[in-house]
């Protein structure tokens, strides 16, 4: 079970902090996502890390701006968003992979919204 919260109505340049609270099972080998959804857009990918080296990636249009973590003594993995734009605007979803960049996501949570105002 992933259990996403955080989101909030910010205004550019703002700074939040997504979190995406594990349960239910080990995550040895696991990949963590975090992806958003912005009106009439498709879901797209913002960042991901792996469970066990911490190895992670970045949609172009975060990188330098997002920074995604993971704590293994709270099983939670988060987004720390800084420099938000009002592009950014979106729900904010977190998931979970298998295998790290191997596998699809198939544990998803329930979206958190964050919305950016110029």
């Known amino acids: 079970q992933l259990q996403a919260s955080g989101g909030g109505l910010v205004q550019a340049g703002d700074s939040l902090r997504l979190s995406c609270a594990a349960s239910g099972r080990t995550f040895t080998n696991y990949g963590f996502g975090w992806f958003r959804q912005a009106p009439g857009k498709e879901r797209e990918s913002v960042a991901a890390?792996?469970?066990?080296?911490?190895?992670?990636g970045y949609a172009e249009s975060v990188k330098g701006r997002f920074t995604i973590s993971r704590d293994k003594a709270k099983n939670t993995v988060y987004l720390q968003m800084n420099g938000l734009k009002p592009e950014d605007t979106a729900v904010y979803y977190c998931?979970?992979?298998?295998?790290?960049?191997?596998?699809?996501?198939?544990?998803w949570g329930q979206g958190t919204l964050v919305t950016v105002s110029s």
């Open positions: 890390v792996s469970w066990n080296l911490g190895t992670t």
């Open positions: 998931a979970a992979q298998r295998a790290y960049g191997s596998s699809s996501f198939i544990f």
